[in-house]
């Protein structure tokens, strides 16, 4: 039998998702939700979805669905997660997966409660080139793996409505952009989990009421650390979203461009692998990892696998998130 998909939200990425549904087999999309009719309705046109709703209620009440995508501003996805979750549908639901922690650990109850899985789309665990790095690193290439740096900073823009009112955002570039950056840093490392985090997060580029700057210091329960950056309209970073460089004992590695470089210092070489992916890439965030990233969420469902990223790697992302504003406001490192 087919499996029915919905929407909740029809902006940017609810339009990705859709295209990677359509292009799996066996799904059928079947409900597009949102308050605003013509936003919907040209979302349903483009999509050949048949019913149309102005709330996640009112879609529950409705039945025939099997799995919801939840793709609203950040403060709608705890809520319309729960609902649907309560209702015995699946969620992928997107990143940051809430405001804060504290509503995470009730989407995660909700999940474990009803049996119904919850996905959390960071999706840079489905890019072709974190997976290439992640292999070197897993087969010891890299040695053990003491530091990362990565980035979640968008050059000279940043977004607006609703991205910068912390109402609806719960934060600003550290939730939307950082936690990309962290997210990869914790696939790459194989999931350690945070025992420290200091952080120092302002607003220096802009008058809006969220974060747009951030460097984060993650320690790991490995040994290992990450600095992460997050930023809106910065004048420079040293690489594109998701961009990270892993130092290991033996060797270097990063995505973006994606290689490796093996000193051999007996002979004062370096030898440098490179990945053989372009770079730039045409697009940074191409629609493959999306389609992948759907292909796994659907996968999970027929063949009842927990997702990972599921709940709790978005939890964790949430609570670093939480703590990184709490290290920033008390100036002292939180410890987890
Ligand atoms: N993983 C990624 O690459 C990626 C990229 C972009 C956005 N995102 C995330 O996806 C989410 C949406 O971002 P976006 O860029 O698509 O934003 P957007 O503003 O383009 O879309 C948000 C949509 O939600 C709709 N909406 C608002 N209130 C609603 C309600 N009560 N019920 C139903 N729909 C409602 C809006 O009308 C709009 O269609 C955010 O959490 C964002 O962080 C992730």
Redesign the pocket.
């Known amino acids: 039998m087919s499996l029915r998909i919905a929407f ?7 339009h ?1 998702h859709a295209q990677a549904a359509g292009a799996q087999d066996d799904v059928e999309l079947v409900a597009v ?4 009719p013509e ?1 919907r309705g040209a979302f349903a046109a483009k999509f050949g979805i048949r019913r149309q709703y ?3 209620d009112a879609m529950l009440a409705d039945g025939d669905v099997d799995a919801l995508i939840v ?4 403060y ?2 705890a809520p ?1 997660t729960i609902a649907a979750l309560n209702a015995g549908i699946h969620v992928m639901v ?3 997966m809430s405001m804060n922690a504290t509503e995470a650990k009730e989407m995660k109850a909700a999940s474990q409660a009803s049996g119904a899985k919850l996905m959390v ?3 840079w665990r489905f890019d072709e080139e974190a997976h290439w790095l992640k292999r070197q690193i897993d087969a010891g290439r890299l040695g053990k793996i003491l530091r990362t740096r990565g980035y979640g900073v968008h050059v000279n823009w940043g ?1 607006s ?3 910068v009112e912390a109402k609806y955002a719960g934060g600003g570039a550290l939730a ?1 952009m950082g936690i ?1 950056a962290i997210d990869t840093a914790r696939f790459l490392l194989g999931d350690p989990m945070p025992r420290s985090v200091y952080a120092r997060i302002s607003t220096d580029y802009t008058e809006y009421d969220v974060d747009d700057s951030g460097t984060i210091i993650i320690g790991w329960d490995n040994g290992a650390a990450s600095i992460v950056e997050s930023g809106w309209w910065w004048p420079h970073a040293d690489g594109p979203e998701a961009c990270t460089q892993v130092y290991g004992q033996k060797a270097f590695g990063q995505i973006f461009p994606t290689r490796l470089e093996i000193p051999d210092r007996a002979a004062e070489k370096v030898e440098v692998i490179d990945a053989g992916f372009p770079h730039p890439r045409e697009e940074h ?1 191409p629609q493959v990892m ?1 389609d992948a990233q759907m292909a796994y969420f659907i996968d999970c469902i027929r063949n009842d696998k927990a997702p990972n990223p599921g709940f709790n790697e978005g939890l964790v992302n949430m609570r670093i998130v939480d703590a990184a504003l709490e290290s920033s406001r008390t100036g002292q490192a939180v410890n987890l």
């Open positions: 909740t939200g029809t902006g940017h990425i609810s990705i939700v949102n308050h605003r936003s102005d709330s996640v793709s609203t501003p950040n709608l996805h319309q997107e990143k940051p789309a960071h999706c977004p409505s609703w991205f939307d990309h965030c999306y």
